[in-house]
């Protein structure tokens, strides 16, 4: 088999030095996905770079996306000529674009994709994530067909969450992968 | 009925945006009704119409994938006195999202239907690579104005542009069909360029347009100032060039 490609689709802004994304790229060199523009996402564009990237891809590719790619990862899986390529996503801590705080800013990302995951998934979210409600965060998971993990308090589980490098979440990032591997 | 051309070279930088905001001016400025669509994700023909990219609430983009019309998504520029049908990096994600609707070829053509009472002409702005979005375009049109530079190179990107028409006119548009050629950038100084200019000639007779845009920098330096060049200065002869073509367009439309 293949060596699995681990992709890392930060959020809205970008994932700054201290993120436990850019951490996992620098310690594992897991490959960023850079976007035109991180402050102002238009969907289009950040679904074709995913796209763009995909297509230089062989599989199996996990993705592990925070807070706004958790819907590019949802909105990209059904239109995707590359979705095959896929092994599992890892989503975390999502945004919710069509909460009425984040509607001027994600006007194009609206309405969010229901459709259930093509590949096996995983959402983990923490009931203080000021971009998604606890409810919300269940709604998605339901819908997309992920396995749902709430944490304790972590906020957005960003850098101001002060998990350094996140070593929990590598931990769960290797259990779905391995999970993966067995074909569970 | 609105008469509709899509601007396309398969080369790059070879002035197809240019050419394109300054003829849509230029038409406008002989009392044509114009409708400019960017069907380029840069959206430099956009910015050069005097329309932010970035403060777009509705483009190109809606349109082919259906959540807007042409009259919604359309902007009038006051300064070019043309209607704009934007767009920005939002539109690559079409290439994607129309690889599995039906009908994905004649969004951009269905769209026109619709307004074909409100212009005179409408101009497509057309990227250089052979994209859905391309296709989209060509699809729409009745006719592709080719500009192109007097250069040993632009003959290459010429050949891939007239079998393309050729595909697409066989097999998905048969109204599609060379309006002509514009010689753009000329420099009549450099000998290389009128050979080439000459070659244009015999190979395709009055398929090249009369009208020569000459090189000038005033053309270069109006999209900097988010106009095309004949707004930004009337007078330079470039500009007063692009007048001219409109006028010789005008005047070709009943032999077309």
Known sequence: ?184 | MAKIFCVANQKGGVGKTTSAVNLAAGLAKVGQRVLLVDLDPQGNATMGSGVDKRQLELSVYDVLLESASILEAAIFSEKCGYHVLGANRELAGAEVELVDLERRDQRLKAALEVVDKDFDFVLIDCPPSLSMLTLNGLCAAHGVIVPMQCEYFALEGLTDLVNTIKQVHANLNPDLKIIGLLRVMFDPRITLQQQVSEQLKSHFGDKVFNTVIPRNVRLAEAPSYGLPGVVFDPSAKGSQAFVEFAKELVQRIPTL
């Open chain 1, 1 to 184: 088999m293949a060596t699995p490609k681990v992709l890392i689709l930060p959020g809205w802004r970008g994932s700054g030095h201290s993120h436990w994304q850019m951490c996992w790229v620098r310690r594992y060199a897991y490959q960023l996905v850079e976007q035109h523009d991180w402050m102002h996402p238009l969907r289009g564009d950040w679904l074709a770079r995913l796209e763009d990237v995909m297509s230089d891809l062989n599989e199996p590719v996990y993705l592990v996306a925070h807070g706004l790619s958790c819907i590019q990862v949802a909105a990209w899986a059904p239109i995707s000529a590359h979705r095959h390529k896929v092994a599992a996503a890892f989503l975390v801590a999502p945004s919710d674009v069509e909460a009425s705080h984040l509607e001027d800013v994600f006007s194009s990302w609206r309405p969010i994709e229901l459709k259930a995951l093509p590949f096996k998934s995983m959402l983990i979210d923490s009931p203080n994530n000021p971009d998604c409600s606890a409810a919300r965060a269940t709604h998605f998971a339901k819908c997309w067909g992920s396995q749902y993990l709430r944490l304790g308090e972590s906020g957005h589980l960003n850098a101001e969450s002060n998990g350094g490098d996140w070593p929990e979440g590598h931990a769960l990032l290797n259990d779905l992968m391995k999970e993966k591997e067995h074909g569970h």
